[in-house]
């Protein structure tokens, strides 16, 4: 299922700098089109994490949503969590 409006408002969920992560398998390229925001699928290692980190990358990740609940490492007060539930109908 797309979600295209969350992603039609993730530039205003989601400052610049900011990567987003655990987006559905798929729906990752769909973004580009209506935010100009990185958007990937599912979730990066933790040491990739910490590369970003390092590098002054901000981590930003979508809420849980059907089987991908996001790991304890993405789950610190360091991570945006955009919260609008993707598990819905638009």
Request: charged fraction near 20%.
């Amino acid at each position: 299922m797309l979600h295209t409006a969350i992603y039609r408002q993730l530039d205003a969920l989601v400052p610049a700098r900011y990567v987003v992560f655990n987006a559905p398998s798929l729906e990752e390229n769909e973004v580009m089109f209506y935010s100009s925001r990185n958007l990937c699928a599912w979730w990066p290692t933790f040491p990739d994490v910490q590369a970003l980190r390092a590098k002054g990358v901000r981590i930003a990740a979508l809420a849980d949503h059907g089987q991908q609940v996001l790991p304890a490492y993405l789950r610190e007060p360091w991570v945006l969590i955009v919260a609008p539930p993707l598990d819905g109908k638009e």
